[in-house]
């Protein structure tokens, strides 16, 4: 794309930074899924057990990985 494409498209899809940090808030987004993907995976193994200790455990990581994605996909946009 030449540079009045690029900026034409950034104005016409509401993009009011430069590429630069619309990359930085890309990377940051794509980082934390792949975070929370991660964290999740390993989170697995509470629910094999039968322990009414690990399911609560697992359920308030739940909330606390979607609260923690919440901020930071709030701050990204």
């Known amino acids: 794309m030449t540079p009045a494409q690029q900026q034409a ?8 930074s430069s ?4 990359d930085l808030k890309l ?3 794509g980082s934390a899924l792949i975070c929370a993907v991660l964290i999740l995976t390993g989170l697995m193994h509470l ?3 039968n322990g009414p200790w ?7 990581s ?9 901020m930071i996909f ?3 946009a």
């Open 27 to 29: 990377f940051v987004g």
């Open 62 to 70: 739940i909330f606390a990985l979607s609260f923690i994605l919440m």
């Open 9 to 16: 498209f950034y104005d016409a899809a509401g993009f009011h």
């Open 54 to 60: 690990d399911k609560m455990i697992f359920v308030m």
């Open 19 to 22: 590429s630069l940090t619309f």
């Open 74 to 76: 709030a701050y990204v």
């Open 47 to 49: 629910l094999n057990s």
